[in-house]
T-cell receptor
């Protein structure tokens, strides 16, 4: 049973296109996250959602629009893709509804986005 | 501002020898510290965390970490390295100022264990 799953695993697209990445967790967690890992493996938070509500938007361009239809899903839609968007995008989840400082995050396998 | 530093890009160790991967942190308030491991083409996996209590934290796969408040360090250790431990290791701190909803990761340290 996959705890945090992402689709697709690989995404190759042209500049200017719009694409979506889907994330689902079956852990019953209340908090979900999107991270971007660049080519140097540097990992940075993009968004945090708690009970479907956006909590953290870490100065991400508004071409990136997360959407959480329910607590188990957090999708990422990207408009007008740019070369610099090429990266690996990780979804993660953690349990708590509040006071998440001590929570372990569980990561999905990642989606490798390549913009040509 | 909260920050995490991993001063070594790469650590090389022979199989069977002890290993240490270094991490220092800077936080305002209580530190909530984590270690994760990333194998090639995989997501991050949790190893261990320090929230409160004993300074020596034991985690998965025989790893442990020592929280040192005076040196603001949280070094990852293992008494005897395995070739299969070769991976990318991330130290992270939960930002208490955002209720923990923001995690700041170090730049990662690549561990090579030679047979």
């Amino acid at each position: 049973d996959t705890a945090v799953s992402q689709t697709p695993k690989y995404l190759v697209t042209q500049m200017g296109n719009d694409k979506s990445i889907k994330c689902e967790q079956n852990l019953g967690h209340d908090t979900m996250y999107w991270y971007k890992q660049d080519s140097k493996k540097f990992l940075k938070i993009m968004f945090s959602y708690n009970n479907k509500e956006l909590i953290i938007n870490e100065t991400v361009p508004n071409r990136f629009s997360p959407k959480s239809p329910d607590k188990a899903h957090l999708n990422l839609h990207i408009n007008s893709l740019e070369l610099g968007d090429s990266a690996v995008y990780f979804c993660a989840s953690s349990q708590a509804l509040k006071a998440v400082v001590g929570d372990t995050q569980y990561f999905g396998p990642g989606t490798r986005l390549t913009v040509l | 501002a909260q920050s995490v530093a991993q001063p070594e890009d790469q650590v090389n160790v022979a199989e069977g020898n002890p290993l240490t991967v270094k991490c220092t942190y800077s936080v305002s308030g209580n530190p909530y510290l984590f270690w994760y491991v990333q194998y090639p083409n995989r997501g991050l996996q949790f190893l261990l965390k320090y929230i409160t209590g004993d300074n020596l934290v034991k985690g998965s796969y025989g790893f442990e970490a020592e929280f040192n408040k005076s040196q603001t360090s949280f070094h990852l250790k293992k008494p005897s390295a395995l070739v299969s431990d070769s991976a990318l290791y991330f130290c992270a701190v939960r930002d208490g100022n955002t209720g923990g909803f923001k995690t700041i990761f170090g730049a990662g340290t690549r561990l090579f264990v030679k047979a």
